[in-house]
């Protein structure tokens, strides 16, 4: 059966890292597993007034797709410590309704990417924790932090073998967490 997952980069710039992972994973994935990488460009500051019936468009999209897809994979670049905004922004829009939302009982594997040698393991401190707040099912696991990413991304793909082997070893967790 295949295994559709939906991959959110939390940066928005044209030559990011994080989203370079991403893409490099969705072309590398076996025929059985499908990720659709889906832009947080749309998708507004979060304003609790702006949720309920008339919540925006791009929200609504990004749940349904959540909802429908097996799994999730997030990749976030570090800020000062902590995960993106952009990132922080789409996740609390997503986890509306509380206790109700997409993201419970969802598959989640996190990763983090940064051109320095601690790859981001802050950030994904904080991904991993927003995701037991969410009552997702976070994979557990070695963490996926890609230190040196500037040495491993070129031309916009992740051409490092031995982090593309492990980040696949995350898949291979992920999809045991789908079931
Ligand atoms: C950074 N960067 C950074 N890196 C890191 O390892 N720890 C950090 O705390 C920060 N803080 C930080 C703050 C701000 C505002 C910026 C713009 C950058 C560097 C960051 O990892 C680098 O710019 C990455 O290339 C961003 O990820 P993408 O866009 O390549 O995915």
Redesign the pocket.
């Known amino acids: 059966m295949t295994l559709s997952l939906i991959g959110l980069?939390?940066?928005?710039?044209r030559?990011?890292?994080?989203?370079?992972?991403l893409l490099t994973l969705r072309d590398v994935l076996p025929d059985d597993v499908r990720l659709d990488v889906r832009s947080l460009e749309d998708i507004p500051l979060f304003n609790d007034d702006l949720d309920g019936e008339d919540a925006p468009v791009s929200v609504v999209a990004l749940r349904r797709a959540v909802a429908a897809a097996d799994g999730l994979v997030v990749?976030?670049?570090?800020?000062?410590?902590?995960m993106?905004g952009v990132m922080k922004n789409a996740l609390d829009w997503l986890s509306r309704p509380g206790m109700n939302s997409c993201l419970r009982d969802k598959p989640a594997l996190t990763m983090t990417?940064?051109?320095?040698a601690?790859?981001?393991v802050?950030?994904q401190q904080q991904l991993n924790e927003t995701f037991i707040a969410t009552c997702s099912r976070l994979v557990i696991r070695r963490q996926i932090v890609i230190g040196m990413?500037?040495e491993k991304?070129m031309d916009g793909r992740l051409v490092h073998p031995p982090t593309l082997d492990f980040v696949l070893e995350g898949f291979r967790d992920l999809r045991d967490v789908c079931g």
């Open positions: 980069s939390g940066s928005l710039r030559r990011s890292y994080s989203t370079a992972v990749i976030s670049p570090e800020y000062n410590h902590g993106s990417a940064s051109p320095s601690l790859g981001g802050r950030a990413v500037a991304v």
